[in-house]
């Protein structure tokens, strides 16, 4: 099963869906033929505040769900009778969640209690944190609705796509890269290496607790790397074995781990992570979330490394382009 955004191809089975589900929606008439509700979904695809379900090997859309960034709230919600009872609804509820913002309180507007069709649908807003908040609401057509609540302040988060996905993916177009328009750096990173290929920086207090995390970014925006000209991709990864090698020797580290992300900034680059025998990540990978306290005695031995990550890289390439 794929959850992705749901796109102006998937409308006809989004409206196939709710007219599957208007008898349980209560909805008097056709759902999926409401004129009311084609708009609403077609609004939701338009903002990225529609997800969909698809299974993998038929290609069939078997569950939605829309969502309100600026109500803070889950708006429709439906899965395929045939899907139901099989996690299809707890991984769209997961992924419309964290879309919302968890800083102040998230709603449905659902069943009134004693609704035995609703049962399941109010079942699993509970399994994820939700409680009735107000009663004997009254909805669309008349029909009595309340509305449930959930909090989750406590969830943590870091900048991923996973949280904010209309800013990352405009910062992914290369007019509105930070990137590729020179916007000042986050607290914290300096430049170890500037050429007219590659930007080598560093940062602190550093993800993971890694004394001597850094990242390596090559000049020309891409989004993905598979999009990258082979020969340019030959050149960077070049830089990057590079990097490594020094980084390794300035920091004693007994392994290099180099991830490629670009789940939070959308312009390419490779995160080098020194692996050490006491780090805290014993067989397990890096939690680039925990960066405090700082893994540098103080400031001014960060500078010492970055002085130190100068000295040994030069600004010589790999091989001439």
Known sequence: MLIRWATENDLPAWCALATEVSPIFRHPADMGADP??????????????????????????????????????????????????KGVGSRLLKTALRQLDHTKPITVETY???????????????????????????????????QMTVDLFAE????????????????????????????????????????????????????????????????????HFEDMPQADAAFFMGEVQRVGKALRKVTGAEKINYETHANSGAHLHIHLFPRYLDDDFPSAPIDYRVSEP???????????????????????PTIEN
Not at 112 to 136: C, D, Q, V
Not at 179 to 193: A, F, K, R, S, Y
Not at 294 to 316: C, H, R, T, V
Request: with cysteine; aromatic share 16%.
């Open 156 to 223: 943590k988060r870091g900048g991923s796509f996973h949280y904010r996905y209309p800013d990352f993916i405009k910062a992914a177009q290369k007019e509105n890269c930070p990137v590729c328009n020179h916007e000042p750096m986050p607290d914290g990173q300096i430049d170890i290496l500037v050429t007219d290929k590659i930007c080598v920086g560093g940062e602190y207090p550093g993800q993971g607790r890694l004394f001597g995390k850094l990242y390596v970014m090559p000049i020309e925006h891409y989004f």
């Open 294 to 316: 700082a893994p540098y005695e103080n400031y001014e031995e960060y500078l010492w490394f970055i002085e130190q990550m100068k000295a040994g890289l030069g600004d010589s």
């Open 36 to 85: 009311e509700f084609t708009s609403y979904a077609q609004s939701k695809v338009n903002k990225y505040e529609a997800l969909t379900a698809v299974d993998y090997m038929s290609g069939s859309n078997i569950g939605f769900i829309g969502f309100s960034r600026t109500n803070n709230r889950i708006t429709w919600f439906g899965v395929s009778e045939k899907y139901r009872g």
């Open 112 to 146: 009134p209690e004693g609704y035995e069709p609703g049962i399941p649908a109010k079942n699993l807003y509970r399994k994820f944190g939700f409680a009735e908040t107000e009663s004997n609401l009254v909805g669309p057509h008349n029909l009595p609705i309340c």
